[in-house]
């Protein structure tokens, strides 16, 4: 009798230790989430070379970040955003369009701050063979199209808009306006030829060599060019995105700005 009770022991215990075992090995593993080590940057184009090579110098200090710029005109972005399209940071060409995230409560509190300033500037092909000298040369005739970021979403154009109001011209030269989506594509047109003339960021200016400045514009004309930047609150590592705000003031990402003709403080 004894024996049986020793076997009947035995059977239960070796039948316990299989069903844990295979239960072990059957059952999925439970995996702790990871914070993200990606960040998705939606900035305006006209950043796009200054930020390309800030991304590069952070990412020598900060190996584990992954970057995506999302560059695009300013209006754009920030209607992405709204729609719910996965962002970190939004750095935009203007205050209003940042304003507008805040009020419906998508930034981050307290993380807003400006990251450049930047200038207005009359641009014609290198040859100039319209002679084009002044805003008022561009209601002559012989000028056929003035490109321009469409005001409807580029805020370069918004200013552009703004200064030909100004200057009282704005009914004379509209007619000419060719509509570009961004202010990089403004300078493409004029270095193409698709245009007489354009007005956009002398940053882009800067960085060719098809084109020349013709007028540098009075900042009295149009609201103070600046590039306001926040973190926004669907980002999903608000710490890394911290961090890389922090390096945006730091003196390396301040110099690769001024060089590519940015205005910082």
């Known amino acids: 009798m004894k024996k049986q009770q020793i076997f009947s022991f035995l059977s239960t215990v ?15 593993s439970i995996v702790v989430a990871q914070p993200s080590n990606n960040l998705t940057i939606s900035a305006a184009g006209s950043l796009k070379d200054a ?36 962002s970190d940071i939004v750095i935009a060409t203007g205050k209003k369009q940042v304003d507008g995230l805040e009020e419906k409560g998508l930034l981050v509190p307290k993380t807003r701050s400006i990251l450049a300033d930047n200038r207005l500037v009359l641009i014609v092909p290198k040859n100039n063979s ?7 040369t561009l ?48 300078l493409a047109s004029v270095e193409n030829g698709n245009a007489d003339a354009g007005l956009g960021y002398s940053t882009d200016a800067k ?4 084109v020349k400045v013709a007028v540098a514009t009075d900042g009295k004309y149009y609201s103070p060019i600046i590039y306001p930047l926040a973190i926004l609150k669907s980002s999903q590592n608000v710490e890394a995105a911290k961090g890389f705000v922090k390096f ?12 590519y003709g940015f205005i910082v403080k």
């Open 14 to 28: 070796t039948a316990s230790l299989l069903l844990a075992v295979s239960v072990r090995l059957t059952s999925p």
């Open 51 to 86: 930020l390309e090579e800030i991304k590069t110098l952070y990412q020598q200090t900060q190996p584990n970040i992954n970057i995506t710029y999302n560059f695009g005109a300013s209006g754009a972005l920030v209607k992405q955003i709204e729609e719910g399209k996965p």
């Open 130 to 136: 319209v002679g084009i000298r002044s805003f008022y």
């Open 139 to 186: 209601a002559n005739s012989k000028v056929k199209k003035i490109a321009i970021g469409d005001p409807k979403s580029v805020p370069a154009g918004q200013y552009a808009q703004d200064v030909f109001k100004k200057l009282g011209i704005l009914d004379k030269v509209k007619p000419k306006f060719v509509y570009e989506k961004n202010a990089t594509q403004v």
């Open 207 to 210: 960085s060719s060599d098809k």
């Open 248 to 259: 945006l003031s730091s003196d390396q990402a301040k110099g690769v700005l001024k060089k």
